[in-house]
């Protein structure tokens, strides 16, 4: 048995919206493997933690720099709701 443990970074429940608010920051300039790594906590928060009046869990990765052609191939094709920034 794996016990591996993986935890988002901020989680927030916006009460208007009815979802899960997943945010990951990052120290670093977008990396597919973080939208990966968030893509999976959507995944499991809409599986596991989700109840039947909720809706899909969004994901935020919040970024020192931001390669707006990498940030659309790697956000690319994905069901779950995931938006990269820069942040200062």
Do not use: W
Request: overall charge negative.
């Amino acid at each position: 048995m794996n016990n591996t443990h993986y935890y988002a970074d901020i989680i927030f429940y916006h009460k208007i919206l009815r979802a899960y608010v997943l945010i990951e920051l990052k120290t670093v300039k977008l990396m597919p493997k973080a939208v990966g790594q968030l893509n999976m906590y959507l995944n499991y928060y809409a599986a596991e933690i989700n109840v039947e009046h909720d809706n899909p869990p969004i994901g935020i990765i919040l970024c020192t720099d931001q390669n707006s052609v990498a940030a659309e191939y790697a956000l690319g094709g994905l069901s779950n709701n995931i938006f990269a920034s820069r942040y200062v």
